[in-house]
């Protein structure tokens, strides 16, 4: 058993070579204050804008512009013989394959033949015996070594509190530059080794990390058996909403730091680009080049749907670049036992979630529905057992056979309509390709929306979306944002239905029907849109974690749940059951 007081032997890394990316001075700041949070930005690619970090480049806006570069350190020692004044070059890079270290200076001061490396920080100056937290001392010690590899000649470091105004001399004594090489060593090896660090335990420090809702420290933790309950998550709430355009003949253009949208029905309409998520165009819209090149620009998706609201497919900018999950998921993907685990809990997760449905909303005989729960709990028993993926789709669609002949039972009846309202509508059997009636049409346009937001939700945080491990791939099928779907089914696309349904807020006038299919009227369209987006924007507790987000941000802390269990951190991949 390891002790406390054991000796700690430091692994060199590999040396620099090749092609390999040197380490930026300020990732190996990131990786003495949160190994994590070093590996999720360097390796994975992660980053997340916050109050501090926005505060952190306006502090940086003046000494990031370069001026005049640092005298070369022979010329350096004659200006300092002559008495010639204090030399100040702004954002100087400096790189060295030795340090495997990259860095840009805030500012490097020469003065009397020597170089003072001066980094800016937000922020008031620590009250603490050495001045300066030892990330930072790290920081301003590798930007020494670097001028000094360069043949400067660096005494000391400093460290400018732009909130405070205050400057705090950093001395770079040998136990500094010992554990700024140890800092260097210790994040490569890391690196090499694709070895993700664990979260940090209870820290206080993560409630206000940028990266939070990234690395989901807690829940991480307690889904490996930490008896900590988790904090809730410190999230902005959701101010960037989905812009849908629906208007046939509309127009998408930009202006400005805007979107313009024009139809001939509403006249002309702007959205400021800050307060988008991702833009939805159904049927005829037309988008200009100028809007979607911004638009992929700032990383916010667009999503093209026939007119009745089938997903067809997306446009997104470079997209995310952790090549490490991509790479995980891949891997599962060709493991069929893998897959078939992950499908059996999937589908048992289905099951579960359209029993719940089943439970909270019955309007039939009592009877009738204790009938369809027994035989959806001995469905959902069933899927735990099966040995092959065409099993598992026998009993999938068992269960949802069961499912759908209930669905009737969860919708107004004709004794419950109120003098002059037209008859409810009826639901006979689930059909599709093209659905036959209101409510299959209704269903359709449900699924192929949450299919869009999963879409855009597994792309968000690396993953491949056409890439799944129950639904076959296909050319241009989102396999991947169709198995995670299928637990959201019920909780999310049936219940809008219900809902529109028996409130009465799209009712039979909503509809066209004719031999091609049903569909729903522009207007109806737009309600049935509204209320889906409404109830994204429902809160409700994590059945898990215990704490309450939106029913948006659950598909994401999903997405990035399964992204955590494809890299190995989580033994199982929690789906979301609530009670």
Not at 371 to 390: F, H, P, Q, Y
Request: overall charge neutral.
């Amino acid at each position: 058993m390891p002790t406390d007081d054991q000796l700690e032997f430091h692994l060199p890394a590999p040396p620099v070579s090749g092609d390999m990316p040197l380490i930026p001075a300020r990732m190996v700041n990131e990786f003495v204050y949160c190994p994590r949070l070093a590996y999720l930005m360097w390796t994975q690619g992660e980053w997340a804008e916050t109050g501090d970090t926005v505060e952190g480049h306006r502090v940086h806006a003046r000494v990031d512009k370069p001026n005049a570069p640092l005298p070369a350190p022979e010329a350096l020692e004659t200006e300092a013989a002559s008495a010639s004044d204090k030399v100040v070059s702004r954002s100087l890079t400096l790189s060295s394959t030795a340090l495997g270290v990259i860095a840009r200076l805030d500012i490097a001061e020469a003065d009397d033949g020597v170089v003072t490396p001066v980094d800016y920080k937000r922020g008031k100056r620590p009250h603490i015996a050495q001045g300066v937290y030892e990330p930072e001392r790290i920081q301003i010690c590798l930007q020494a070594l670097l001028l000094e590899e360069h043949g400067y000649r660096v005494e000391e470091g400093a460290i400018y509190y732009a909130e405070s105004r205050e400057r705090v001399r950093v001395a770079l004594d040998d136990s500094l530059r010992s554990a700024a090489r140890i800092a260097v060593s210790e994040l490569r090896l890391t690196v090499s080794q694709s070895r993700i660090p664990p979260p940090l335990k209870d820290s206080p420090k993560c409630p206000r990390c940028a990266l939070v809702t990234v690395c989901l420290p807690d829940e991480v933790r307690s889904l490996s058996g930490s008896s900590l309950a988790p904090r809730m998550i410190a999230v902005p709430p959701d101010e960037a909403l989905p812009l849908i355009v629906q208007s046939q003949h509309a127009r998408v253009g930009k202006e400005g730091e805007t979107l313009k949208i024009t139809n001939e029905e509403e006249g002309e309409s702007q959205v400021r680009f800050i307060d988008i998520s991702d833009v939805a165009l159904y049927g005829n819209v037309s988008i200009t080049t100028p809007a979607l090149a911004a638009l992929l620009e700032r990383e916010i998706p667009v999503t093209f749907h026939s007119h009745s609201g089938w997903f067809r497919g997306v446009a997104h900018g470079i997209g995310h670049r952790n090549v490490e999950i991509r790479t995980a998921q891949y891997r599962m993907s060709f493991d069929e036992a893998a897959c078939l685990r992950f499908a059996r809990e999937l589908v048992a997760a289905k099951i579960t979630n359209q029993r719940t449905i089943l439970r909270r909303n019955w309007r039939g005989p009592p009877e009738e529905r204790q009938e369809a729960l027994d035989r959806l709990e001995a469905a959902r028993k069933s899927a735990d057992g099966v040995a092959t993926l065409a099993q598992l789709l026998g009993v999938e669609g068992d269960a949802a056979a069961v499912y759908f002949r209930a669905f009737a039972g969860l919708l107004k009846s004709p004794e419950d309509k109120g003098a002059g309202e037209l008859a409810p509508f009826r639901f006979d059997a689930r059909n599709r390709r093209p659905p036959t009636d209101p409510i299959n049409a209704m269903l359709s346009l449900a699924y192929a929306m949450l299919t869009r937001h999963l879409t855009i939700a597994s792309a968000s945080v690396g993953l491949d979306p056409y890439r799944g491990f129950y639904h076959a791939p296909r050319y241009g099928r989102p396999a991947l944002a169709l198995d995670l779907m299928e637990p959201f089914r019920a909780i999310i696309a049936d219940s809008v239905v219900l809902s529109a349904v028996n409130t009465g807020e799209v009712g039979p006038n909503d509809f066209v029907v004719a031999v091609t299919g049903t569909a729903l009227t522009q207007a109806g369209r737009r309600r049935f849109v509204e209320a889906f987006e409404r109830r994204l924007s429902q809160e409700t507790t994590h059945p898990v974690f215990g704490y309450q987000v939106s029913m948006r941000r659950m598909l994401l802390v999903q997405a990035r749940l399964l992204s955590r269990f494809l890299l190995g951190e989580l033994p199982t991949y929690p789906h979301y059951l609530p009670r």
